[in-house]
C-alpha cells in the first residue's frame, strides 16, 4: 500500500477543530482496545478514565484543581509554540516558582496579611521568569539551543528545591521529613466549595482570557504569529526575534512559576522534594490539544486533568496502574501530531501494482 | 582512599551511554532530521532489555530487545515525521513523554528486582596486567562496540559513498532529491539507526551499568547526548571526547558525595547538567564553527512533490 500526501491549496479550517477531535477518539479507541487485550472490560474502563471523574461534585472541584497549572502553563507555551519558541523546562519553571514564593511564608511565618499573598504569587511569577530568563539569555547571547538549556534546568532546579526542603527550609517540627513548614492562613490561598477548589482556578482563567484577546486582538499577537510562520518574513516586518525570545520565555516562565506557587499555597500547602507530577511536560500537551489557542488551551487542560483523575480512579476501582493515564497522555499528542497532517495535506491511499517501488519508506 | 583504576572503570561504564546514543543521533542529524525522542528510546531500550533477560536469563537476549524497543520506537517517530511530516521537535517531546509513561507502565512489576549484569572480558595474562590489564581488557563487550562504533560511523560518513548520501541529504534535501536519490528512505534508515543506539544505551545502562530497573533511570542522558551531538559540533570523534568527560564529571560527582567534602550533595548530583549547559555555551558562542558543521536541513520537513 501506498501513502502519499497531496498538499491542499489552503490549510484547512475544518481540519484544524476536527484534528485534536479524531485524535481523542482514536486514542479512547486504541485505550478501549489495549484494556480489552489486558483482560479488563473496555467500557468500564474507559468508564473510570474519562465520565467517572466528573460524575461527582467532589471530583470535579478536583479536576478543576488539577487543570489550574495546566492551564496556566498550557497558556503559556502555547504563546511559545505559536512563535517557534522551543521552551521545553516549564516544570523547573515550575519548580523556582514554587520555591521563590515560599521564601514569604518560610521566613515570615507569622505574618498574617493578604498583602503577603499578594506578595508571594508575585515572587512566583518573578522566580519562574527569571528561571527561564536563563535560557532566553543564553539563547540570545551565546546562540545556545533553548531546547537543551530549558530542560537542563528542570534537573538543576528540582536538586535546588531538594536542598532547601531538606537542608536550611526544612521544618524544624516535621519530625525530620523533606518539607517545609506548613502555610497557615493568609499564606494560603482562599478556598470555595469543599475546600480543596481555591482562587487559582479563577487567576487561570483571568490569564486565559487576557492571552486570548493579546493573541487575537493586539499586535503583540500579530507579531508572535508572524515569527512563528517565518523568522525571516517577521525580520522584514521590523520584528525582533531576540526580543520576541525574551518575551516568550518571561511570560511562559511567569505562568509557569505562578502555576508553581499555586500548587503550593493551595493543594499542597507547604514545600516537598515533589511539587508537581509533570505538570510541566503534560502541559506541552496540552499546549498542541488546545491548538496553541488560549481558550482551546483551557478546555483541552481540563480534559488531561480528568486524565489524571481517571489514571487514580481506575487504579483504585480496577487495580489499572495509574501510569496508564501518562502513557494515553503520551499517545495523544502523537496522534494529534498525526492528525494535523491533515490540516495541511490530504492523504491517499493507493495499492499500487508494484508494490515495491515509489512506497514512502 | 579509592583507587584510580577503579575510577578510572566506572568513569568508561558511565560514558558508554551517552557515547552510544549520541553516536546514533548524530548520524540521525547529519541526515537533517533532528530527534528529540533519544531519552524515550533509551528508556524503553531499558525496560525492555531488562525484562528480556529477566525471562530469558539471557543477556544477549536482552541487548537484542534493546536495540529492537529503540528502533520501534525511532519508527514511530520516523512515521510521523517522513511519512506524515509532522513537526520534529514535537513529535521528538511527544515520543520521550510517550515513552517515560510507557517504560514506567510495562516496568512496573519489575522495579528493583536484582538483574543479571554483562560480563567483562577476561584475556588471561593481559587482563591481569596491573593497573592498566583490567581498564584495557577488562571491559564488558558493549564498551568495545561503542568505540568501534565510533570509527565506524567516522570511517562510513566521511570516507564511503553511503556517507556522502547521507550528508547530502542533510545538507540539501532538494539537491538529493533532484539527483535521485530517496531523501526519506535515507532518514528512515538513519533514525532506524539513530534508535538502535538509543536502545542499546538504555539496554546498558539496565544490563551493565546498574543491574536493575528504576523507573525513569536514564535520568536526562538521553538529552545529555543531544547535548553531546551539538558538543561535538556533529564530529564523531569529537562525541567521544565528549562522552568521556561528560562521564567523568558525572562520576567524579559522585565520589565526591562518597567523601563528603560539605558540598551539598544536591549541588553535585545537577553538575552534570550544568556543566552540559557550560559546555553548550562555550560551543555555541563561536557561531562560525557550529554554522560551518550544523547540517542545513537539521529539522525541516521534506516533502517529495514530483
Known sequence: ?361 | MIGIEAVILTIITASTPLLLAAIGELVVERSGVLNLGVEGMMVMGAVCGFIATYYSGSLILGVVAAILAGVLMSLLFGLLTQTFVTNQMATGLALTILCLGLSGLVGEPFTGLPGAKLPALYIPYLTDIPYIGKIIFGQDALVYLSLILVFFVQYVLFRTRVGLIIRAVGDSHVSAHALGYNVVRVRYLCIMFGGACAGLAGGYLSLAYTPQWIENMTSGRGWIALALVVFATWMPRRILFGAYLFGTVWIMGLYVQGIGLGIPSQLLSALPYIVTIIALVIISRNKQLTKLNTPACLGQQFVPDR
Open chain 1, 1 to 361: 500500500m501506498k501513502i502519499t500526501l497531496e498538499k491542499r491549496a489552503m490549510a484547512s479550517n475544518f481540519m484544524t477543530y476536527a484534528s485534536p477531535i479524531i485524535a481523542i477518539g482514536l486514542t479512547v479507541v486504541i485505550g478501549g482496545i489495549i484494556f480489552l487485550l489486558a483482560g479488563y472490560n473496555p467500557l468500564n474502563a474507559l468508564y473510570y478514565y474519562f465520565v467517572d471523574p466528573v460524575m461527582s461534585l467532589w471530583s470535579i472541584e478536583e479536576v478543576v484543581v488539577k487543570a489550574t497549572p495546566l492551564v496556566l502553563i498550557g497558556a503559556g507555551l502555547a504563546i511559545c509554540f505559536s512563535a517557534n519558541i522551543w521552551n521545553i523546562g516549564a516544570e523547573g519553571q515550575l519548580t523556582m516558582g514554587a520555591l521563590a514564593g515560599a521564601f514569604i511564608p518560610v521566613m515570615f511565618t507569622d505574618w498574617q496579611s493578604p498583602i503577603g499573598l499578594v506578595l508571594m504569587l508575585l515572587m512566583g511569577v518573578g522566580g519562574g521568569a527569571a528561571w527561564a530568563a536563563i535560557a532566553a539569555f543564553l539563547k540570545n547571547r551565546f546562540n545556545v539551543n533553548e531546547i537543551l538549556t530549558s530542560l537542563m534546568l528542570v534537573y538543576v532546579a528540582q536538586y535546588i528545591l531538594d536542598w532547601f526542603v531538606r537542608g536550611p527550609w526544612r521544618d524544624p517540627k516535621g519530625f525530620n521529613f523533606p518539607k517545609s513548614v506548613d502555610f497557615e492562613g493568609w499564606q494560603l490561598l482562599p478556598t470555595y466549595g469543599d475546600g480543596r477548589m481555591h482562587i487559582g482556578a479563577i487567576i487561570a482563567v483571568i490569564v486565559v482570557v487576557i492571552l486570548a484577546i493579546m493573541m487575537s486582538r493586539s499586535m503583540k499577537g500579530f507579531e508572535i504569529k508572524a515569527i512563528g510562520n517565518s523568522r525571516r518574513a517577521g525580520a522584514f516586518a521590523g520584528f525582533s526575534y531576540k526580543s520576541m525570545t525574551w518575551f516568550c520565555f518571561l511570560l511562559s516562565g511567569a505562568l509557569a512559576g505562578l502555576a508553581g506557587i499555586i500548587e503550593v499555597a493551595g493543594p499542597a500547602g507547604h514545600l516537598q522534594p515533589t511539587i508537581s507530577p509533570g505538570y510541566g511536560f503534560t502541559a506541552i500537551i496540552v499546549a498542541f490539544l488546545g491548538r496553541l489557542n488560549p481558550i482551546g488551551v483551557l478546555m483541552a487542560g481540563v480534559l488531561l486533568a480528568i486524565s489524571y483523575l481517571g489514571g487514580d480512579g481506575a487504579q483504585m476501582e480496577l487495580g489499572v496502574s495509574a501510569k496508564t493515564a501518562q502513557v494515553f497522555q503520551g499517545m495523544l499528542l502523537f496522534l494529534i501530531l498525526a492528525c494535523d497532517t491533515l490540516i495541511r495535506y490530504k492523504i491517499k491511499f493507493s495499492v499500487s501494482q508494484k508494490s515495491t517501488e515509489g512506497a514512502l519508506v
